[in-house]
């Protein structure tokens, strides 16, 4: 008997029009996302192939200018002796000419969702100087279009699918009961459940190739590399499938109240708000409430403050400094190991660096917590929870860019200690170093580390849709016993 009712609903989508509405809707909904995914992962692309181009040009510029100097000291004689400032001057190069930016090159999957790639930097100019110096948002989009967000293919998995599966899907078995329809089934051996598991069903059937189908279609139009990351791409179909199957299930919970066609329109209209909009928006100012976030302003001014008392300070630093790493003192007989500019600099972000310790990890504590709150409390919420793991999928969300931060921060440290060793040691920097100076590479997560970060929240989403779905179903018995279906 279901599999009648299934093959009947499934002629009626058919004859009026509903798939190829709901093909046409999706499709048009998919394409903008893509598309929106696509003009933002182009941006960061240029902007990286850009910051590149300056990157070698500016070790070009680096390049001619040791070669002139090298010739000019050749030609005076005075090649052996440590240049007080200039091109062959080690701390010039790495603090000022030759600073390379640290790349976070886009996933396979970057189009399918923004994330907060678009107020997190990808890339990042480093010096010699303190981690904060370049640690900040150079340049961000308007803070109008920030705040509202883009409309790419995460928003329309978590916003716009749910309303075309709860258009097709409030009036379950309501209309059959307000005609008289139920009385007609139940006689030819038909019951209520068995109706709206058939309509469930089809709608099922019919929604999720349709949207799966035309993502993966019209993402490899674009340029999305499915193929490049199969993980990561049956991940996405089981998160886009299950936070779907969770709309289905609630459909049936809506079906089960036995109300009118058009209280059940307004009954998902409520859920639609309260799980998209206000559950989510709650969450948010639960964490903020729970951990407030650290004052950027109380930052800075602790830089600043201890930046000034290093200044004070002066050489004092730099024989503390000394003290602390011995292998970077420098024996010169002939006297030439006097103390300069760069050495005082480095000496004094280093103790900067120390004693804004007690800072950082205050801030860093606070962070945590949020983060841990959120961790938890997004489990509360399936389109947090879907939208997070989209956003995780595409490479854009928290995790990775945290995983970013570490490698820059530890590409910061090396940079930095490459170049204190021939300050203070007094090495002059010369062509061939040019070669040699530290690069980064970005290493991404291995495959297996996401699947078990990620298994558990998807297996969480499919077992949410199934309990609601349950729940749905058993109400619906309850109301056929009641009503004769």
Not at 340 to 358: G, I, N, Q
Not at 410 to 426: I, L, M, S, Y
């Amino acid at each position: 008997m279901f599999l009648k009712l299934f093959r009947q609903e499934m002629k009626l989508l058919f004859r009026d029009g509903s798939v190829a509405l709901v093909a046409l809707s999706l499709a048009a909904a998919v394409a903008v996302g893509v598309f929106t995914g696509y003009r933002t992962t182009r941006q960061q692309e240029r902007k990286q192939n850009d910051q590149r181009a300056f990157e070698a040009k500016a070790r070009e510029n680096l390049r001619v200018e040791l070669r002139a100097e090298v010739e000019q000291l050749r030609t005076e004689g005075k090649l052996p002796v440590y240049p007080e400032w200039g091109p062959r001057h080690p701390y010039y190069a790495g603090a000022y000419s030759a600073r390379p930016y640290a790349m976070r090159a886009p996933a396979p999957l970057a189009f399918t969702a923004i994330g907060s790639s678009d107020v997190s930097p990808n890339a990042y100019s480093i010096s010699t100087g303190l981690k904060d110096t370049f640690l900040t948002i150079e340049s961000i989009e308007s803070p109008y279009q920030l705040a509202a967000g883009g409309l790419d293919l995460a928003f329309v998995v978590v916003s716009i699918l749910p309303l075309v599966i709860l258009a097709l899907c409030y009036d379950l078995g309501a209309s059959e009961r307000e005609n008289g329809m139920v009385g007609l089934l139940v006689a030819s051996g038909a019951t209520l459940p068995y109706l709206v598991a058939a309509k469930l069903s089809a709608r099922a059937a019919l929604v999720l190739p349709v949207f799966l189908g035309c993502a993966l279609a019209i993402g490899a139009l674009a340029g999305i590399r499915w193929w490049e990351a199969p993980v990561q791409t049956a991940f996405w179909c089981l998160v886009t499938a299950g936070y779907a199957g969770c709309w289905f299930a609630l459909s049936a919970v809506i079906a089960s109240f036995g109300r009118s066609p058009a209280t059940n329109a307004v009954v998902a209209a409520v859920f639609f708000l309260a799980i998209v909009i206000v559950v989510p928006a709650a969450l948010n100012l639960a964490a903020a409430l729970w951990s407030p976030p650290p004052s950027r302003v109380e930052f800075v001014n602790g830089v600043r403050r201890e930046t000034l008392k290093a200044e004070k300070e002066g050489s004092g630093l730099l024989g503390k400094y000394l003290d602390d790493h011995p292998e970077l003192r420098h024996s010169d007989p002939s006297g030439q190991a006097k103390e300069d500019f760069a050495m005082l600099e480095m000496a004094r972000d280093s103790a900067v660096e120390a004693r804004l310790e007690p800072l950082l990890s205050r801030f860093e504590s606070g962070r945590t917590a949020r983060r841990t709150f959120g961790d938890t409390t997004r489990y509360l919420s399936p389109a947090t929870l879907a939208y997070v793991l989209l956003g995780d999928l595409a490479g854009n969300g928290r995790h990775r860019h945290e995983q970013f931060l570490g490698q820059v921060g530890e590409f910061h440290k090396t940079w930095r200690n490459w170049f204190a060793g021939r300050v203070f040691q007094k090495i002059p920097t010369t062509e061939d170093d040019l070669d040699r100076f530290p690069k980064f590479d970005f290493k991404d997560e291995p495959a297996g580390n996401l699947v078990r970060r990620l298994t558990f929240p998807v297996i969480w989403l499919v077992a949410l849709a199934c309990i609601t779905g349950l729940i749905g179903f058993a109400r619906i018995r309850r109301l056929a016993f009641v009503t004769g279906g």
